[in-house]
Structures are given as structure tokens and as C-alpha cells.
């Protein structure tokens, strides 16, 4: 099992970026995108279930939007009105369906400058 996220890169506050998470070896029911800050610990962020239903921490709702592609195995998080703040490495996480573990992505970082 095997989730490889990507699209992070620096961006000026009020921008927009898009994350994606490729799964493979493994059906998931809920998936979820997490974040850590230098020197903090690692938060979530939003999670999508089997079912399409979500549901977003309060720093994201309104400016991020989880969704994924079922046919391909893959997680996406749209990024926008970013603000410097949401520097950090972000984590992708899918909950494998016959094991009920979960698994993580290696991160991918954002920067946002003021």
C-alpha cells in the first residue's frame, strides 16, 4: 500500500494550490489530509469518506475543498485564499477498507510568504 502526495510548492498569500494524493495497493473508505507546522504537531484538515461526505477543520472550511477520484485511487485538495499560516507539510491518509489501518503519504510542503 502505497500514497504518494504531490503539488506543494511556495505561493504568495491569497493564492491557491492543489494538492493530489496517489493510492495504490489498497481500497480505502475514508481519506483525509493532515498538516504539520514547523514546531507544532501534526493537525487535520479535512477528511472524505467511501460515501463522498466531508468534513473540513475550522481553518479550512470555506477556502479548501477535499474530493477524490474513485476510478483512479486518488485524493485531491484545493487550495485557496492561503495564507502564511498555512505553511507546513501536508500528509495524505487513506483508511484501507480490509484492514482498517490507516496509512500516510510522505508529505508534500507548502510555503505561503506574506
Known amino acids: 500500500v502505497q500514497l504518494q502526495a504531490s503539488g506543494g510548492g511556495l505561493v504568495q498569500a491569497g493564492g491557491s494550490l492543489r494538492l493530489s494524493c496517489a493510492a495504490s495497493?489498497?481500497?480505502?473508505?475514508?481519506m483525509g489530509w493532515y498538516r504539520q507546522a514547523p514546531g507544532k504537531q501534526r493537525e487535520w484538515v479535512a477528511t472524505?469518506?467511501?460515501?463522498?461526505?466531508?468534513d473540513y477543520a475550522n481553518h479550512a472550511k470555506g477556502r479548501f475543498t477535499i474530493s477524490r477520484d474513485y476510478a483512479k485511487n486518488t485524493l485531491t485538495l484545493q487550495m485557496d485564499s492561503l495564507a502564511p499560516e498555512d505553511t507546513a507539510v501536508y500528509y495524505c491518509?487513506?483508511?484501507?477498507?480490509?484492514?482498517?489501518?490507516?496509512?500516510w503519504g510522505q508529505g508534500t510542503q507548502v510555503t505561503v510568504s506574506s
Open positions: 472524505i469518506s467511501s460515501d463522498g461526505a466531508t
Open positions: 495497493g489498497g481500497i480505502f473508505s475514508s
Open positions: 491518509s487513506g483508511r484501507r477498507i480490509v484492514t482498517n489501518r490507516e496509512y
